[in-house]
């Protein structure tokens, strides 16, 4: 089955300490990118990938930190959270073609207090 | 700088149609997809526009005019089942970047 898997779904951590969060597709897709949505906000992008060892900034990278070491596997990596990043995260992968559909994974749940 | 504008809500019976606008002020626009979000779940693919015209998949349509830097979709033959938001996304930047619409609210009433 096709799907874009993230781990973990629910996270509760405190300020500063440095957190991952795993994304990984099974689909060989060459881009793969992460959003954050928050109410009233939309999704916002934070990196995308076009592939192995290609990232980028979206609209909101500050704060976060992404690699692609391998095609399958696109993690987020928060330094040193803060209250302002508690938000739903979402990780989405598609191949090449701009108009291809993006798959999206389940979302994870970060809260930062 | 890059904006989209899309309905915060729309309500509508079962079995009409109904119609979400979406207009963007984008440069190095590539194109318009659209996607479904159910409560608590993942945002779905529904339809992409890249170039200027209609798009039909089953019960759902996608139109785009990029003179117009406008884009709908239509959902026919409502469903309660379509009660859900409803994000329009611009691609720019050669496709590689993507921004979205704060989303539109979709009731369904029996």
């Known amino acids: 089955e096709a799907q874009v898997t993230q781990n973990p779904r629910y996270l509760i951590t405190v300020t500063g300490k440095k957190l991952t969060v795993t994304c990984s597709q099974n689909?060989?897709?060459?881009?793969m990118s992460w959003y954050r949505q928050d109410p009233g906000l939309g999704l916002r992008q934070i990196y995308y990938s076009m592939n192995v060892e290609v990232t980028d900034k979206g609209d909101v990278p500050e704060g976060y930190k992404v690699s692609r070491k391998e095609k399958r596997n696109f993690p987020l990596i928060l330094e040193s959270p803060s209250p302002n990043q508690t938000s739903l995260y979402f990780c989405?992968?598609?191949?090449?073609?701009?108009?291809?559909?993006?798959?999206f994974g389940q979302g994870t749940r970060l809260t930062v207090v | 700088g890059q904006s989209l504008e899309q309905p915060s809500e729309v309500t509508a019976v079962e079995g009409a149609i109904v119609q979400i606008n979406c207009t963007y002020q984008?440069?190095?626009?590539?194109?318009l997809s659209w996607y479904q979000q159910h409560d608590g779940g993942a945002p779905t693919f529904l339809s992409y526009?890249?170039?200027?015209g209609l798009e039909e998949t089953g019960r759902f349509s996608s139109f785009l005019s990029r003179s117009d830097s406008y884009g709908y979709l239509l959902l026919q033959e409502l469903q309660m089942k379509d009660s859900a938001s409803y994000f329009c996304a611009v691609l720019y930047q050669g496709g590689f970047k993507t921004i979205f619409g704060a989303g539109t609210r979709l009731f369904v009433k029996a």
């Open positions: 984008t440069s190095g626009f590539y194109g």
């Open positions: 689909m060989n897709h060459e881009y």
């Open positions: 989405a992968s598609r191949s090449r073609g701009g108009g291809t559909e993006a798959f």
């Open positions: 526009n890249g170039l200027d």
